[in-house]
Nanobody, 121 residues
Framework: QVQLVESGGGLVQAGGSLRLSCVVS????????MGWYRQAPGKQRELVAF???????NYADSVKGRSTISRDHAKNAVYLQMNSLTPEDTAVYYC???????????????WGKGTLVTVSS
């Protein structure tokens, strides 16, 4: 009923930049928080950044100051601009959205399938 599709991953050299995009589609009454998580090989999935419906943001310390999360309510989209990338940023990046599909339902977490970001040294 709800689909999240990420795009924008790829191979980039250290010091470079990437902009990840995620669009939410399907049966949507409202979207609360949206965010980005990542999972590096052999590591647990971790929060990168999230943004509330009101526009408040929060970042992991590892990306603070070089990443910006934003959203477009009209497009049901969330973006992550990442600059000054390092090999430690290499991971699969997952989009997350807390979606209410009907006014009478409780919001639930939905996830995209992920997009791979590889940073070469």
């Amino acid at each position: 009923q709800v689909q999240l599709v990420e795009s924008g991953g790829g191979l980039v050299q250290a010091g470079g930049s990437l902009r990840l995009s995620c669009v939410v589609s399907g049966t949507i009454f409202s979207i609360n928080a949206m965010g980005w998580y990542r999972q590096a090989p052999g590591k647990q999935r971790e929060l990168v950044a999230f943004i509330t419906s009101g526009g408040s943001t929060n970042y992991a310390d590892s990306v603070k100051g070089r990443s910006t999360i934003s959203r477009d309510h009209a497009k049901n989209a969330v973006y992550l601009q990442m600059n000054s990338l390092t090999p430690e940023d290499t991971a699969v990046y997952y989009c997350n959205a807390v979606v209410r599909i009907m006014i009478v339902t409780t919001p639930k977490d939905y996830w995209g399938k992920g997009t791979l970001v590889t940073v070469s040294s």
